[in-house]
Structures are given as C-alpha cells and as structure tokens.
C-alpha cells in the first residue's frame, strides 16, 4: 500500500486548502486513516481521524474548522481545511494501519501567513 497526500501549499490565515490522501495497492480496507501534522520544531501530532463508516474524531484546535472526509471506492481520503490559522503552518501526513503495519504518506506542507 501506498499513500499519496496531495494539496498542500501557501495560504493568507483565514483562508482554505484542501488535502487528499490516496491509497494505492489494495487501498484502506476496512481501516481508520489518520491524518497527522508536524510543525517546525514540534513532534508529529495526530488531528483528525475517520473510520471506515466515517465516524470521525478531531483535537480541539481543529473541531469546526477541518473536515475529514472519505470516499472508500475510491480509496481516498480528504481533508477540508477552513479558518486556516499560522499555528496550522506544518508538514501533514495521513496515515493507516493495515495488518498490523503503518503506511505513512511523504507528506504535504502547508503554510499559513499572517
């Protein structure tokens, strides 16, 4: 399996970037993906997860500002990203684990000026 996030980039704070992860191979399964992020400096944190039937979990920071969606025929997975802030400014990586085994993405950054 692989993963491919896409759709990072440079955004003003209070604008909006859409990211995707795409799973290669035999795709997610049945799995929860996770998306994490790493600021500079920072350790890696996970943010928002999303289960196979879309049950969905959020930090505080992001609840009413990030959306974690999933589209399991396509074997994607999307994060809309809104209110964006300069402490979103990070690395971001999704992430799943299938048969006991972590598949990371290569990450996609975003930066958030103020």
């Known amino acids: 399996v692989q993963l491919v996030e896409s759709g990072g980039g440079l955004v003003q704070a209070g604008g909006s970037l859409r990211l995707s992860c795409a799973a290669s191979?035999?795709?997610?399964?049945?799995?929860?993906v996770d998306w994490y992020r790493q600021a500079p400096g920072k350790r890696r944190e996970l943010f928002a997860s999303?289960?196979?039937?879309?049950?969905?979990y959020y930090i505080d920071s992001v609840k009413g500002r990030f959306t974690i969606t999933r589209d399991n025929a396509e074997n994607t997975v999307y994060l809309q990203m809104n209110s964006l802030e300069p402490g979103d400014t990070a690395v971001y990586f999704c992430?799943?684990?299938?048969?006991?085994?972590?598949?990371w993405g290569q990450g996609t950054r975003v930066t958030v000026s103020s």
């Open positions: 992430h799943a684990q299938i048969h006991y085994y972590d598949f």
């Open positions: 999303i289960t196979f039937d879309s049950n969905v």
């Open positions: 191979g035999t795709g997610f399964g049945f799995n929860a």
